[in-house]
């Protein structure tokens, strides 16, 4: 392995690990895709340090079991916005982790 795709794998585990980052929000500060950082992370992690490894396999665990939420609260912020010259239609509050709709205006 090339000593700069090692760095790079060192770099975007570290990142990760210490700001529960995302793959997404890796992708974005190392100017990487996303497919390239899950590649670092699942495949190439393992073969270098195998303690760093299994830290970020419990990251990206954690953060798949949440995925859920946060599409969900895109969706919520997308219909909480009102847009110029457009009512607000409805409004999500989120109860027992699932969203309910409270009031339409």
Same mark, same amino acid.
């Given at each position: @392995?090339?000593?700069? #795709? !090692?760095? !790079? %794998? ?5 990142? @990760?690990?210490?700001?529960?980052? =995302?793959? /997404? +929000? $890796? $992708? /974005? ?6 497919? &390239?950082?899950?590649?670092? %992370? =699942?495949? /190439?992690?393992?073969? #270098?340090?195998? +303690?760093?490894?299994?830290? %970020?396999? !419990?990251?990206?665990? +954690?953060?798949? $079991?949440?995925?859920?939420? !946060?599409?969900?609260? $895109? &969706?919520?912020?997308?219909?909480? +916005?009102? *847009?110029?010259?457009?009512? *607000?239609?409805?409004?999500?509050? %989120? @109860? ?10």
């Amino acid at each position: @392995m090339k000593d700069y #795709i !090692r760095r !790079r %794998v060192l770099d975007i585990a570290n990142f @990760m690990v210490e700001n529960k980052a =995302t793959v /997404r +929000q $890796a $992708a /974005r500060l190392y100017n990487v895709s996303k497919s &390239t950082v899950h590649k670092d %992370v =699942t495949d /190439r992690l393992p073969i #270098i340090n195998k +303690q760093l490894s299994r830290k %970020v396999k !419990r990251l990206l665990d +954690q953060n798949k $079991a949440e995925r859920h939420i !946060r599409g969900g609260e $895109a &969706t919520r912020k997308k219909y909480l +916005q009102a *847009r110029p010259g457009e009512p *607000r239609r409805i409004s999500l509050k %989120v @109860m027992g982790g699932k969203f309910k709709s409270t009031e339409k205006i």
